[in-house]
């Protein structure tokens, strides 16, 4: 597998359990947040997305949730399944600038434990 | 299917010696960007390319260029590698700059 996932903080989880994973973004100004699931050996694969005039958004077992008083982004997965082990990225954009430039988080991998 | 094929997938070269990595999209979208992945500092654009001819600077520019000559291709081109270049690199696509992005297999290029 790749080894970008060497330096990652790290959440266990017990399936089953629900999983938190949280990201602090860096633009105040930034207006659309996409989270990110990388498994190994593989490109980042998105999962949902959520837009500034929003708050929470829900998807099929995942929920993002958006403070933008504290520029804080986390993601919610549900009865997590062992398929759900792999990096998780947090990404952000400020696109009412006219520029669609992405900055990603580092990451966070999810360990599912049976 | 839809998908973002990179070529190669892993290269490994010495420096100096000019490589292409090559971007192809089947979806039509508008919107082409370049990562980088490195340990420690997750995805980092290099480029991006809003449609067409229209190509600009991401957070890590220097020692890339890109070209943006038809909707579907977008390579990225490395005049003259260096051995900090080497990397894993990610090609993505999006139906417009702010709509979730579909990425690429990767390439794993090392210099020498």
């Known amino acids: 597998g790749e080894s970008v996932g060497l330096h990652l903080p790290t959440l266990s989880v017990q399936e089953g359990d629900n999983s938190i994973i949280n990201c602090a973004y860096s633009n105040s100004a930034s207006d659309y947040f996409i989270w990110y699931k990388q498994e190994s050996g593989k490109g980042p694969q998105f999962i949902i997305d959520i837009r500034s005039n929003m708050d929470k958004r829900q998807g099929q077992r995942v929920t993002v949730l958006l403070n933008k008083t504290v520029k804080h982004l986390s993601l919610q997965i549900a009865a997590t399944q062992p398929g759900d082990s792999a990096v998780y990225f947090c990404a952000e954009n400020m696109s009412t600038s006219g520029t669609y430039k992405y900055i990603f988080g580092t990451g966070t991998r999810l360990k599912v434990l049976a | 299917e839809a998908q973002v094929t990179q070529n190669p997938r892993y290269l490994i070269t010495v420096t100096g010696k000019k490589l292409t990595v090559t971007c192809s999209q089947n979806?039509?979208?508008?919107?082409m960007s370049w990562y980088r992945q490195d340990p420690g500092l997750g995805l980092r654009q290099i480029y991006y390319s809003m449609n067409v001819e229209v190509t600009d600077k991401g957070d890590v520019p220097e020692g890339y260029k890109v070209s943006r000559k038809e909707k579907r291709n977008f390579p990225l081109i490395l005049e003259s590698p260096s051995p900090n270049q080497t990397s894993l690199y990610f090609c993505?696509?999006?139906?417009?700059?702010?709509?979730?992005?579909?990425f690429g297999q990767g390439t794993r290029l090392t210099v020498v």
């Open positions: 993505a696509s999006s139906r417009t700059g702010g709509t979730e992005a579909f």
């Open positions: 979806m039509n979208h508008e919107y």
